[in-house]
């Protein structure tokens, strides 16, 4: 062979392999910078997305998200992992919750809790002041003496109730800020977060989603929900169904709220029946009875820590009272529905742009 020749063909040879690797890595380059575009373009891509129900706090709760593909799971997921945060904090069932630690030692002895407790003991005590004692904390012995009325099918005698009195009332919780430590001035008190722990978790994990940066969202936990922005992340109110409390799958009407939070208290979902009477597990601290003239109470409040306590409230206080509270407060609505006439809606003046017709 041409040993020129062969020179030749080994340069060209050797260009040939040059161009073959340019070749495989222009086309690695290529195939990797598509993979990360689409990537990237999945990651901006919006979607809407609804978590699944989960069950916390003694309910359920879902929590949709309009968000970047990329980060709309965690949205929710770090959502629901809050709400069961809180629940450790402030369940009265779970025995090692911090609730229940005070439920325990609080007699005995003064109790540090964390901020977070202290700053929700003191919330409720404000709206027992504002409600002069309709909303109350301390009802749990109530609650328990109920329960268990629920149990044997009889209602608790006359001396039940006047000794379950005496371990019922807000004053005999002392709350001392310097400490920030709680102490009960009777043995045997027992306190319940139901009627406002519930609207506190909705208010902390829509934080954490508009935190995580969703365009908007919507979190339920039973009945107390909060939204920001629109459905659609923009402007399009939310709208939510209010439930016909004779008939759990119709609803009564339709409501539209942004930036908003509502809750509804009923007596259709957690009741006791005693000698065939429903016994709503809302009771009036003040004739140590359940709280029997609404059977529906929707509030419409700039949080969900404020509808929640104020549909307990509203609930207990009655249609008269509790129409006058509401009236009184600011960006505070109502839509109520007595028992005894369960298809007539009574809204509060300012309600009616919340309507959805
Ligand atoms: P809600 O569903 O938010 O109205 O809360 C109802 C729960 O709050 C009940 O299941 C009780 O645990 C508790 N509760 C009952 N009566 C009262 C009351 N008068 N004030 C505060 N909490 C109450
Ligand atoms: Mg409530």
């Keep these: 062979m041409d040993p020129a020749r062969e020179g030749m063909n080994s340069s060209a040879n050797g260009r040939n392999e040059a161009r073959w690797i340019v070749r495989t890595i222009a086309a690695l380059v290529l195939v990797v910078a598509t993979g990360l575009l689409l990537r990237w373009q999945a990651g901006r891509q919006i979607v809407s997305l609804s978590g699944s129900i989960h069950e916390t706090m003694g309910t359920l709760a879902q929590i949709v998200v309009v968000a970047p593909k990329s980060i709309a799971q965690r949205c929710v997921d770090e959502g629901l992992a809050e ?108 306190l319940d977060l139901g009627a406002i722990g519930k609207g506190y978790a909705v208010d902390k994990a829509l934080e954490i989603v508009r935190r995580n940066g969703a365009k908007s969202g919507m979190v339920n936990l039973g ?18 169904g209010i439930r016909d409390p004779q008939d759990e799958m119709d609803y009564l009407l339709r409501l ?47 949080t969900g820590i404020q509808a929640d306590a104020l549909s307990t409230t509203v609930t207990v206080l009655g249609k008269g009272k509790g129409l006058a509270l509401v009236e009184s407060l600011a960006d505070v609505e109502a839509i109520l529905i007595a028992s005894d006439d369960p298809k007539t809606l009574v809204q509060s003046s300012g309600a009616a742009p919340f309507i959805d017709f």
């Excluded at 030692?105 to 309709?134: C, D, M, N, P």
């Design 83 to 190: 709400m069961d945060r809180i629940d450790r904090v402030m369940s009265d069932y779970k025995n090692d919750s911090e609730l229940s630690r005070v439920n325990r030692e609080a007699f005995r002895e003064k109790v540090i809790v964390s901020e977070e407790l202290y700053s929700i003991l003191q919330t409720s005590v404000e709206y027992s002041r504002l409600s002069h004692g309709a909303f109350d904390i301390t009802v749990g012995p109530l609650v328990d003496l109920w329960r268990k009325a629920g149990q044997r099918d009889q209602p608790p005698s006359e001396e039940e109730i006047h000794q379950t009195r005496s371990k019922v009332g807000y004053e005999k919780l002392q709350l001392e800020p310097l400490d920030r430590s709680v102490r009960f001035r009777v043995d045997g008190m027992r």
């Design 223 to 240: 009945g107390n929900i909060r939204c920001f922005n629109g459905s659609d992340g923009k402007d399009r109110p939310w709208v939510i």
């Design 256 to 302: 539209k709220v942004k930036d908003f939070a509502l809750a509804t208290s009923g007596d259709y979902m957690r009741y006791v029946v005693v000698h065939g009477q429903k016994i709503n597990h809302i009771l009036n601290p003040a004739t140590s009875g359940a709280a029997g003239e609404l059977c529906s109470v929707t509030i419409l409040a700039p």
